[in-house]
């Protein structure tokens, strides 16, 4: 992979710039969110989720994720924060890494009063994580939700990632994007949910990553870039065809 394109999202699988390395306090601050800011060049797409249509949006131009694109999670992203909602838009958000909470979380009771509120306005908790696209792992994704269903799914897999930390397992997910359906108060809405294909640890992502074209995402899921994994037996060469004989005879 070209040196220009290890930026963005890549960046985070190279080094934990600005996070905790040990996988202990990594693990506590995630547990801290799920129970309850991400670094990135300010180039990252955003990815959303609606319930009432369900279904995702990446980007400006709220364009339909593939339905088969498989993701790789990075844990070091995770962010909490708040939104304020008024007339169906963001009047004011604030967002911060889980790892820096205990310095830049802002209190509830300092957030400016945007009322007067309508139903559904208000100060909403926040919680996301940042992913790419396994085919384009040059662009950082990245996915928050405000809603209790969009939180809940947040907050199971960091749960999941935290645990497999401490147990010191694969902790890095390569998921897909899926949804179900739900029936609350009478009507029928949707949540996200995520698929979750395989854990893998980081070197392997980074493996992965610095094979650029030649990254293999099965290879990836079977453990193919385990350090000390054997490399695949090369393919043996097809044997010569036969030398055609001369019909002709030699001179005498």
Known sequence: MAEEQKSGALAMWASGAGVPAEKEKIAQALLESAGVGSSGNGDAVY????GKMDRYALGRDKTQPDPEALYVVEPQSAVDGRTCWKGGAVAEKHQ???FERATHAVPQGQL???GPYGDGD???FMMGFSLFDVDNPAQEIKFSSTSVSGRNVVSDLVKQIALRMMNDEPEIPVMELSSEKFKAKGQTNGKPKFLV???V????????VEAGDDGDVEDLLSGAYLEGAAD???EPEPEPAPKRRS?????A
Not at 201 to 208: I, K, Q, S, W, Y
Request: charged share 30%.
């Open 47 to 50: 990815l959303s989720y609606s």
């Open 96 to 98: 911060w890494s889980v």
């Open 112 to 114: 400016r009063d945007h």
């Open 122 to 124: 208000g100060w909403s």
């Open 197 to 199: 294909a395989g854990w």
């Open 201 to 208: 640890t980081r070197e392997e992502v980074a493996r992965f």
């Open 232 to 234: 695949p037996e090369p």
């Open 247 to 251: 019909a002709r005879r030699s001179a």
